[in-house]
């Protein structure tokens, strides 16, 4: 059945880079725009960015723009997540989201 699958979170320190991914299954990737959404601990979960399925066109929330970069690769049915410079405040699970489906999410912290 149709499924996405993140991967890539972990404990970093403030200034550094992740790149998360998110792998989809049992549906045609390409045909769908992709989204990532993060929730810190106690919030409500919040719209990070996303991909356009036709031509690839982005929208970042502003607190991620000139940080955060989203990409896709169709013949690999992953969508990415480069994110640099983080911040404490970038501390997160974050999860990716298509058709209705959401991924089980992959922790970010970001601590010195």
């Known amino acids: 059945q149709p499924q996405l699958v993140e991967s890539g979170g972990g404990l970093v320190q403030p200034g550094d880079s992740l790149r998360l991914s998110c792998t989809a299954s049992?549906?045609?990737?390409?045909?769908?725009?992709m989204t990532w959404y993060r929730q810190a601990p106690g919030k409500e979960r919040l719209f990070v960015t996303s991909?356009?399925?036709?031509?690839?066109?982005?929208n970042y929330a502003d607190s991620v723009k000139g940080r955060f970069t989203i990409s896709r690769d169709n013949a690999k049915n992953t969508v990415y997540l480069q994110m640099n410079n983080l911040k404490p405040e970038d501390t997160a699970v974050y999860y990716c989201y298509a058709r209705g489906l959401w991924g089980q999410g992959t922790q970010v912290t970001v601590s010195s």
């Open positions: 991909i356009t399925s036709t031509d690839g066109s982005t």
């Open positions: 049992g549906f045609s990737f390409a045909n769908y725009g």
